[in-house]
């Protein structure tokens, strides 16, 4: 991708990103904010209802007390219940009137019976239920009655779900007494029918979705809104029991409590009668008012990501102007155009690069000048070398003709040395290969050997054990014969008697190992440790081989960590050096590890 591009994709990222979640953020605030006054508001309206139900409650407990202190009323449950059928039917008539003006007053949808001891009973609904009509004091409201001493007591009808016909939900009772004997006379119902419920919290907001229950104290429905199926029957979802715990107040349920969506169940709790009036509405009704500020949010966002846009395409041009200029050079300059100049303008990191780019190229045109002055140098100076070549060859000529004097004069030693001289001469200026064969390496170290005997005659034995089946495998040139060198030098020459050389080699597992030994003058603790760290410099002036260190640093570079090599010395007791790597075989010109070796 282009720089031009990134910067933009940058710029809008950089922009855009702040920019959305403020967005998110402050329209996720406003419909909290929203949700919460909209809750606290239905709140507000079920408290409101809950005083119109108790002013209801009121009006019932003071018809009750109307019906209670009414001297007919007393007069006519207080005469024997075995008097004559015409002023029994004399009585009805006195009674019903009676109840029928306390129903004149106001539009209730309620039934009032008066369940007299003396077996009379008097009505203003159509039937008398059977449950009244024989009544147990043990029983439902008029046990609680019976409890009250005279007091109002009310009790919730408890069903199965009904359908269509809902009836009674809540029924007034209290047991009626003679004022002046206070005597047992009977007990009082008055019967509410759920409509007469229902018309006094539909006031309370109903929102499409939302639901509106009126409990009781154990979370029985005694009327709800829209839907009646529930009345009569204990409230069955997950948050009743927080309702019933609280007392008033609002809070959230997830979407797998209610349905697929997320409500909000509003609750408030009658202090006179302890019933609770629920209103459950579905969130995305109430933050509905909020879609408002939700597109304008959008709005303002998607103007500002086209501003934004607008700013990082300028930008990111007037950025990336001079870089286009500079690549442009540069194409030309791979094109072999070299007579090209950077105009930078300014001094900011853009301008010092063009600056540099302007000195690197006459830097390079000055390089260019010098390589192909050198090139004719050079091509001189090979044509001075070819003519003055020495050629090897004549050394070789040189070595061969000492060698036959020696054997005409019959001085065999002599001939012997040339002879190693000369194959060392040729194994060590060879170039064709780094990596040899075990016995070539092998035969080089004793033509070698052949030549340090001639110097130092009997100072030392040596003894080559190599085992046959290694002779073909690959070792790095002169790799031991620094060794070897350091093992006569540094370790047999500094003996005072006669000393051993032992060199050995053998397959171990899938790995080469070599070992040079001597049991000459040895080294000390601290040189040892040194050498082994190499840490070691030697000032010695006279010193040959190539040392223990580049040893150590050839095997780093071919085997890269896959090597051993230990050095081993005491004062006195000679000095062992151990070298152990993979086996190599060679193969269309590379060396690798040998498969049959594990």
Not at 92 to 98: F, G, L, M
Not at 264 to 272: A, G, L, R
């Amino acid at each position: 991708m282009e720089l031009k591009k990134r910067l933009i994709l940058l710029f809008l990222v950089v922009a855009v990103t702040p920019l959305a979640l403020l967005g998110a953020f402050s329209y996720y605030k406003s419909a909290e904010a929203i949700l919460d006054q909209v809750c606290r508001s239905i709140l507000e309206n079920l408290s409101q209802v809950n005083h119109s139900i108790n002013y209801f409650v009121k009006d019932i407990e003071q018809l009750s007390m109307y019906i209670y202190s009414n001297e007919d009323i007393q007069q006519v449950l207080s005469k024997p219940g075995d008097r004559s059928l015409a002023e029994k039917h004399s009585d009805r008539k006195q009674i019903n009137a009676i109840l029928e003006s306390f129903l004149g007053f106001k539009n209730w949808e309620i039934s009032i019976y008066l369940l007299g001891e003396n077996g009379d009973r008097y009505f203003t609904g159509e039937l008398l239920p059977n449950s009244y009509r024989d009544y147990n004091v043990h029983w439902g409201l008029f046990r609680k009655a019976d409890l009250a001493n005279g007091n109002v007591v009310w009790d919730t009808h408890y069903a199965m779900k009904k359908m269509d016909d809902f009836g009674v939900v809540l029924s007034s009772g209290r047991m009626l007494k003679n004022i002046e004997t206070n005597q047992p006379l009977g007990f009082l119902v008055i019967d509410i029918m759920e409509p007469a419920l229902a018309d006094k919290y539909n006031k309370a907001q109903l929102y499409p979705g939302g639901e509106v229950f009126l409990l009781d104290r154990n979370g029985y429905v005694v009327s709800s809104l829209p839907s009646k199926h529930q009345v009569g029957t204990k409230l069955d979802q997950p948050y009743i029991d927080q309702v019933l715990e609280g007392k008033k107040g609002f809070f959230r349920i997830p979407p797998g409590e209610r349905g697929g969506s997320s409500a909000m169940v509003t609750f408030d709790t009658s202090e006179m009668t302890g019933f609770k009036l629920v209103n459950v509405v579905p969130v995305s009704a109430l933050t509905k008012e909020g879609s408002s500020i939700r597109n304008l949010t959008l709005i303002i966002i998607a103007i500002c990501i086209l501003f934004a846009f607008w700013l990082a395409y300028f930008l990111s041009n007037n950025v990336t102007r001079p870089l286009r200029k500079l690549r442009f050079l540069m194409r030309l300059v791979e094109e072999g155009n070299m007579n090209v100049t950077f105009a930078a303008g300014s001094n900011d990191e853009i301008g010092q690069l063009g600056r540099s780019f302007n000195k690197m190229l006459a830097h390079i045109k000055q390089l260019i000048n010098e390589v192909y002055e050198k090139q004719l140098k050079l091509r001189e100076a090979e044509l001075k070398a070819i003519q003055a070549q020495f050629n090897p060859h004549f050394l070789y000529n040189a070595l061969d003709s000492i060698n036959w004097m020696a054997r005409i004069h019959k001085v065999h030693d002599i001939s012997k040395t040339v002879v190693s001289l000369g194959e060392l001469l040729r194994f060590s200026i060879r170039k064709d290969h780094e990596i040899i064969e075990v016995r070539e390496d092998i035969q080089q170290i004793k033509n070698y050997l052949v030549i340090q005997n001639m110097r130092y005659r009997d100072k030392f034995d040596v003894r080559i054990e190599i085992e046959p089946e290694i002779e073909g495998c690959y070792t790095l040139k002169l790799l031991l014969q620094p060794i070897v060198e350091n093992a006569i030098t540094h370790g047999l020459e500094m003996k005072e008697d006669k000393g051993s050389l032992v060199i050995t080699g053998k397959k171990n597992g899938g790995r080469l190992r070599f070992t040079v030994e001597d049991d000459g003058v040895g080294m000390s603790a601290d040189l040892v440790q040194a050498m082994r760290e190499n840490r070691y410099r030697s000032s010695a002036s006279d010193k040959t081989g190539i040392g223990l260190s580049n040893v150590r640093r050839r095997l780093e570079l071919y085997f890269s960590g896959n090597y051993e090599m230990e050095l081993d010395s005491r004062p006195g007791q000679g000095t062992r050096v151990r070298i152990e790597f993979p086996i190599l075989t060679e193969r269309e010109g590379r060396y690798v590890h040998d498969p049959d070796s594990g």
